[in-house]
């Protein structure tokens, strides 16, 4: 059931990404939202309540360009979608399999007045939208501007049976069916770069459209005003209040005469004379001005200002000024957005001014001043001092002002005293890095594969290699189908992407009994961040850097980057774990897969489906749709070797032939004894073949057969005398062949 979250929305980040700050202007916005076999289960959540939304919160104010976080005005809840496959009673089905997805519509309330738009988003903290408007990860969203006659959003027209609010005066975004595996499996906290006045604002600026959502029109500002990138209000209190902390940076006041107005920075001040400071009520004493001087111990000697680092993806920033000697510290902050040098600019300026305003006095003047305003300078002849009006009293006839001194006119605040100013350039610090690239896609393959361990196999085995070709890719979900598609399975999550590439150049056939010190072979991978390492050849030999190029496994003991993503291979084993028949046919552009165990997904397909198509998806976090890929089920891990060390010689006409066995249970010649059979019998098919043409197929028992002259002659007898031997799997039938060419009368040894 879909619920409409009722009452005044408007939580945000006070940090962009970080702690609470709360409510919007306060007094500013006082007003309300109103509205109205035995069955697998895999992924499933016990409690699909999501995360709460806040009543009561007053709504945020943006001004430029921000990063806040929203809060959820509306959702569907999470909805959740099972898929089953398999089961069905027969053997190749096996036990039904459901697999659960979850994913979310909900709306999130993000300003309390129109804006531009929206530029990057970040879930968890994790960059999901680029500066570009592009989705890097699967998602569907509708902004709304909060312009005064925006429209009821469809979707959530259509989940409620009454009467939705259009939320006209809020600007919102909406996310229709929001994936929400990579969040587990809960609606994730979402920032937003809000974007209200795209150049950019300045504090004057902000305190227009601050005083005007609080109901006051027609304000004007004079003076200069710092530049801010963004600003955000959001502290509950009176509009004074709200308009502090623009005042503060800007060294401006509000006057209320001839018309309400903030004035900024140094205007022209109003000349006063010496004559009329000596005003005083009917029978006191001439009483002139009386100055106020703050001690040089209670003068602070730094000023540190916090903000939003722009440069720093709107993460918390600290910039310090400091003066010579010691004092206290003037800690001030503004939940606005600005870069480092600005901000160590305004820094330098606020120190020199408060240093300036060190001194006070209280000044009395005739009625005819009484005009004079907070917020409004003055200067008095004979003085060069200027001074700026902090309040105004009218009590008997005299105006009596309270004032503070200001630096000199011809000095801007960021450049006074120099010299007497400790600072150095304006600096962000280190950054946390978000890559703005896509999550996918997903790329993945089904390999048959002869055995990678020492374990033997009753049943065919299919690997699962699976990576993304962006570097921020993570994870992927499987899913396998033994019944040409019609259901599948899940297998489980690649959680770390195997190291995958294609081959820029053809490797060249070489030995396979010994060392390759000849061939090299140039690797591309799929995605910057994957990495190949050389290893010692001892390493090698005990298994390490094993890889499948095309149809051959190989190892390599050197791997060079020679630039970025391509590596280059040399050193090698060729022709391992039984792939020796593919040594001699390779070409450009091959699959490479490295083929460690810990980041390959194992498959075990029923027997009986042996030669059949089995079909993989993989979907991740950036995929639109799920990645794919197929291979026929030829049971590579439980077909026998090949025969090694086939050989044959001469005695009389007959042709004696032996060989040695090998064992798919174990590639590694550890205790010098043969390895152990691994098959149910011992048993071998000999085939023989004279000028080409099949002649003779005999099954035994031993590693040795005698082709005797009267069955040659018997079999057609021929100048070429091809001979191949496979042992014989009780599970798959004949191996991989070892074959032999034999010319009459020559003795020799061939080698597989």
């Not at 800007?250 to 018309?259: D, E, G, L």
């Not at 209280?362 to 309040?391: C, F, Q, S, Y």
């Not at 396998?480 to 959680?495: F, H």
């Amino acid at each position: 059931m879909a619920t409409i979250v009722l009452g005044t929305v408007g939580r945000i980040f006070g940090g962009p990404i970080g702690g609470l700050v709360g409510a919007a202007v306060g007094g500013l916005i006082d007003r309300s939202l109103q509205g109205g076999g035995a069955t697998r289960e895999v992924g499933r959540v016990g409690n699909l309540a999501i995360q709460s939304a806040t009543y009561g919160e007053p709504i945020p104010l943006i001004m430029g360009r921000m990063r806040a976080a929203g809060n959820l005005i509306w959702t569907a809840g999470i909805r959740e979608t099972a898929t089953t496959s398999g089961g069905g009673g027969g053997k190749r089905s096996g036990p039904a399999t459901t697999n659960y997805r979850y994913s979310a519509s909900f709306a999130v309330g993000l300003a309390g007045r129109r804006i531009t738009g929206v530029g990057r988003i970040w879930a968890d903290g994790k960059l999901i939208r680029d500066e570009f408007s592009g989705f890097l990860a699967p998602a569907v969203m509708r902004l709304h501007d909060g312009s005064d006659d925006q429209d009821v959003d469809p979707l959530i027209a259509a989940a409620e049976a009454a009467l939705v609010p259009a939320y006209r005066g809020l600007a919102y975004a909406v996310f229709e069916d929001l994936p929400l595996g990579d969040y587990g499996n809960r609606i994730p906290n979402l920032t937003f770069e809000i974007i209200a006045d795209d150049a950019g604002i300045d504090a004057g600026q902000a305190v227009v459209a601050l005083s005007e959502a609080a109901g006051v029109r027609g304000l004007s500002v004079s003076g200069s005003f710092p530049a801010l990138a963004g600003y955000y209000a959001g502290r509950a209190g009176s509009l004074a209040d709200a308009l502090a902390p623009l005042l503060d940076i800007s060294s401006a006041s509000i006057i209320t005469t001839p018309q309400l107005g903030v004035t900024a920075g140094q205007q022209l001040p109003v000349a006063v004379a010496d004559v009329d400071t000596n005003a005083r009520r009917s029978g006191e004493n001439r009483s002139h001005e009386r100055r106020r001087q703050t001690g040089m111990d209670r003068r602070a000697t730094a000023l540190e200002l916090t903000y939003f680092d722009t440069s720093r993806d709107y993460q918390p920033g600290l910039q310090r000024a400091r003066r010579p000697g010691d004092g206290a510290v003037d800690q001030r902050s503004i939940a606005a957005a600005m870069g480092p040098d600005q901000a160590k600019s305004l820094c330098i300026g606020l120190l020199a001014s408060s240093h300036a305003a060190g001194v006070t006095a209280t000044i009395r003047l005739p009625w005819r001043h009484v005009a004079l305003r907070p917020g409004m300078t003055i200067k008095i002849a004979g003085n060069d001092d200027v001074w700026r009006i902090r309040e105004s009293r009218f009590e008997a006839f005299v105006v009596n002002l309270d004032v503070e001194r200001l630096p000199p006119v011809t000095q801007p605040l960021a450049r006074l005293a120099p010299q007497r100013l400790l600072a150095r350039a304006g600096d962000g610090g280190r950054a946390l890095a978000f890559d703005d690239v896509p999550i996918g896609p997903t790329m993945v393959a089904l390999l048959d594969l002869p055995g990678l361990g020492s374990e033997t196999l009753l049943m065919p085995r299919l690997w699962v290699a699976a990576a993304g070709a962006s570097p921020a890719w993570r994870r992927a979900a499987i899913r396998t189908s033994v019944d040409d598609g019609a259901s599948y399975a899940a297998l489980g999550l690649a959680e770390t992407g195997t190291v995958m590439g294609r081959t820029a150049n053809a490797l060249m056939s070489g030995p396979t009994h010994i060392w390759d010190r000849f061939s090299t072979l140039d690797v591309e991978l799929l995605a910057p961040g994957m990495w190949l390492e050389s290893r010692s050849e001892a390493s090698v030999l005990a298994g390490a850097n094993l890889a499948m190029v095309g149809g051959e496994i190989i190892q390599f003991a050197t791997a060079e980057a020679i630039s970025d993503r391509r590596f280059r291979l040399y050193g090698l084993l060729r022709g391992r774990r039984g792939t020796e028949s593919a040594v001699a046919d390779h070409g450009v552009d091959e699959n490479f897969v490295l083929l460690d165990s810990d980041r390959l997904l194992a498959f075990d397909p029923p027997l009986d489906v042996l030669g059949h198509v089995a079909r993989v998806q993989a979907e991740g976090a950036g995929d639109i749709d799920p990645a794919t890929a197929q291979q026929r089920i030829g049971g590579r891990a439980l077909q026998p070797l090949q025969p090694a060390h086939l050989r044959f010689r001469w005695v009389d006409d007959d042709i004696i032939i032996a060989w040695v066995r090998r064992s798919r249970m174990g590639y590694a010649w550890i205790d010098f004894v043969d390895a152990p059979l691994a098959e149910i019998t011992e048993s071998y098919l000999v085939t023989i073949s004279l000028d080409g043409r099949p002649a003779r197929s005999v099954t035994i028992a031993e590693t040795a057969f005698v082709y005797t002259g009267v069955d040659r002659i018997a079999d057609g007898d021929g100048s070429l005398i091809e001979i191949s031997v496979r042992q014989i799997s009780g599970l798959v039938g004949p191996g991989q062949a070892a074959t032999a060419h034999i010319t009459h009368n020559i003795d020799q040894e061939i080698m597989p």
